[in-house]
């Protein structure tokens, strides 16, 4: 056993021998203490102190800017997408290494398309997060920024005592973006986290799949009563807009296509109920409107307008009383601000959202920018809220990108070297129109600037093409509009996939 | 509103009105009732009884006999596929509703292949189960089995109580197939089955991967020390058979082709360890033993011989004391007796599995058969016990469903009408050869049909051809087909996926 022994050696004592790292955690330290003021007393002192806190140190003059982006989605990605590495070092922190293609994402609780397909992972979208010495992606949460410091807190994401404890550390950025996001809205309704699902995230997609294909199975087991399988087979959906309307549609494609022929002893007990207090797709077209009530009701989706007062664990309660028996029950109520948005102590715009200018820069933060669904503008920039959409967010993050690299040319990369007067043209969104699917290859597509404005709309199978095309090249790397492509074929030729994995 | 509870009382009274199923709840516990001696005192009283037991009872002369398969593996969807369902009804009782296609699992979790490609719904294949009136998957676990009365006792898998309790039934068969596969072993070693990871399941695929990205990402994470990180990216694997063998040389690949490119901070840290008590390989030919051992320590697997003592939450302990620390356990030490089958009071055969004769049939115990890694001959066969793979099981599958369909022809399908006289020939394994590969398109092909015969063994990228070839035509559905195919050619061109969803 001697080599085996003197190979553990190796592996145990040769990283110390290792070149230095920008990781190494004493200059990285000593920097950040004298930085943050948390220095030891006896900074002289030859016995190891007790590491707190490590991170990564401010940049130095002759080195290459750092921008810190917190968040992986719409915004924060196609920010990195376009940033200029030779002008900047990119710094990501996510608690996710990927970014989710949101509007697929309903396709993916009942197999149309893989979950695989619709998720890219961020060293992709900007290689040089995995690539450039200074350049990194950190699975984490932000805790805190320290603006006056250019300095972020945060904390990193496990999965339990086996792997690590989570272990905080500090980002000293020279330019930070903002990218967080938002959070479901539960209204202050009782049980919604506990007993809903919400339709947001890969793992949301994966439960839900996984319940719906429980339940069907659970329903055929003999001796179960009548009552109890109409209640498991009874799916839920609370909120009427793209997402909960998308995610019925492809739930009652899935009944017709799939349980009807998978799940034949069970097959005349599910049902799709989708609650919504007002119109659904309130931001589309009268005409289109009329036309998605029409079309799901056809294929089989009840809807029902009312306003849900309390969860519990197998029915929801509406406001006048009625009890709503659910075997899965989805959530798309829309977004607000998350925990840590409410927490800082940064301007806000009406809404609560995190305020920004014209040119996406936080006011009186310096070097600060918010994108996305967590931003909102100012109320003196005049500017109404920019719905929380996909859109807004990729196109924030391009206008952002562009700003930072015109900025990084400039020589005005480094912190608190940015004179304002180079600015540029403000941010100005353009309304490229609405679309949303509606199952059984229809769909609609609204191109109007606004709700009130004029300008085409339609609904039907040419808009569904549309809708898929458009979608398509959107997915940002050739493999996932590859793996989309073949996901569509498949599940045209061979039906969805329902093993429950 | 009052549309809306019409709605919700048609669907609460609707199912009560339907035409009686063969599900329904008072028949069949009447019929079980009569048949298991637990009939109330009073059968006529008008109350309703409290319902403990329900289930599928014993089929009429008119009917079709019902064959009952424990298990969804390798031998038990190959007898389904086999099955005249002219001839049975077939009910599949299993705690997951997908067959695995475990030789190629272990490539699932690096993401050469998706975890989909490798699993096949029982729905397709034997569409019997979801379409005839009489058949069905249950989603549930066998908690015993009176062989007496012909009957099984079954419990529902369930995701926690927001679904539904576990709900107990009983289900009365023609025929037994018992191919409840193997369980991992862990040679009563503490700490293995809480720190662990065995690769026989998708979810075990998902785990690792999900561990070995996370440890990737925990490792470049500011203030981490030299030796956490050495600890969080040693992937150790315990055990030198196939399995381990393949998991490593996937791994290496994966560390060669994807961590230097897409985690070139860490890359120098990560290490892979395979330990065995004895040789690897040690069913194959000598020449290829040497040439694995050779191409593995080549790719930088370091391989060792060790007894594991011990295992931690981030260490394990060899026989002499040394420590070994690990970010990553994988344990693949061969299989014996699930708990079940150590419960169940059936004539057993050397090493504890269910003992089958010639045909395949537990003696004494009519109707009932077992197959796959579950069972052995028992010694008065004078047969020696066949080896746990999936060709063995995959074999006496397909013998089995021949066996059934002609005592089914012959009308013997019915609980105890069989007459035999009626076997035919008995079962008899071939061994067509081992494979494995050892990553790097390299693998083994050992074509001698025992370890002491002459035959052909061959090494290298042609028989890392052949593998792949035999894998992809052996992959059941068209379906899976392309998928693997199409995931292989995406690997090879866009290198593997490292989201982390």
């Avoid at 294909?213 to 659970?218: A, P």
Wanted: glycine share 8%; net charge positive; proline share 5%.
């Amino acid at each position: 056993m001697a080599w085996f022994r003197s190979l553990i050696r190796v592996s145990a004592v040769q990283p110390r021998n290792a070149v230095s790292s920008p990781f190494s955690v004493t200059s990285t330290l000593l920097s950040l203490r004298s930085l943050s003021g948390e220095a030891s007393n006896q900074p002289q002192d030859p016995q190891p102190v007790p590491i707190q806190y490590s991170g990564l140190a401010p940049t130095r003059p002759g080195e290459k800017p750092r921008v810190v982006i917190l968040g992986s989605g719409w915004a924060g990605c196609r920010l990195m997408k376009g940033l200029d590495t030779e002008l900047y070092d990119v710094v990501c922190v996510s608690p996710r290494n990927h970014m989710v293609f949101t509007p697929l994402l309903a396709s993916t609780c009942v197999g149309t398309l893989e979950f695989r397909s619709v998720a890219e992972p961020i060293a992709r979208i900007q290689p040089a997060i995995s690539r450039e010495p200074g350049s990194y992606f950190f699975l984490a949460n932000c805790t805190g920024i320290e603006a006056d410091k250019h300095l972020v807190h945060c904390e990193t994401v496990t999965d339990g005592p086996d792997t690590l404890d989570p272990w905080k550390f500090k980002i000293a950025y020279d330019k930070l973006v903002i990218a967080l996001g938002a959070q479901p809205l539960t209204f202050g309704i009782h049980g919604v986290n506990e007993h809903a699902i919400f339709l947001r995230e890969v793992h949301h997609a994966q439960e839900i799949r996984r319940k719906l294909l429980l339940n069907l199975m659970l329903s055929e087991v003999p001796g179960i009563s009548e009552e109890e399988k109409s209640r498991l087979l009874h799916c839920v959906v609370v909120g009427g807009g793209p997402t909960g309307v998308e995610f019925s549609g492809e739930l009652s494609d899935f009944i017709k296509n799939d349980v009807h022929q998978r799940y034949a002893h069970v097959k005349d007990h599910i049902h799709v109920t989708l609650i919504e207090a007002n119109e659904i797709l309130s931001s589309f077209d009268d005409r289109l409107r009329q036309y998605a009530t029409k079309q799901l009701t056809k294929s089989g989706v009840r809807l029902v307008r009312g306003i849900v007062k309390d969860v519990k664990a197998q029915k929801l309660i509406l406001n006048d009383g009625t009890e709503v028996p659910y075997g899965l029950l989805v959530w798309s109520t829309g977004v607000g601000p998350s925990s840590l948005v409410n927490s800082l102590e940064f301007p806000k715009s009406p809404g609560g959202r995190i305020g920004i200018d014209e040119w996406l820069r936080v006011p009186s933060m310096e070097d600060v920018f918010a994108i996305g669904d967590c931003s909102g503008f100012v109320e003196s920039t005049g500017k109404p809220a920019l719905p929380a959409l996909a859109q807004v967010a990729e196109r924030q993050g391009k206008y952002l990108a562009h700003l930072l690299n015109k900025i990084g040319k400039a020589n005005g990369g480094h912190a608190s070297t940015w004179n304002a007067a180079e600015l540029g043209e403000p941010f100005v969104y353009r309304h490229l129109g609405s679309m949303a699917t509606i199952g059984r290859y229809k769909a609609l597509v609204d191109l109007r600037q606004s709700k009130e404005a004029k300008g085409l709309s339609m609904a039907g199978f040419v808009s569904w093409f549309i809708w898929r095309s458009a979608y398509l090249t959107r997915v940002i790397s050739w493999r996932n509009r590859f793996y989309v492509a073949i996901n569509w074929l498949t599940t045209l030729v061979f039906g969805r996939d329902i093993s429950r994995i």
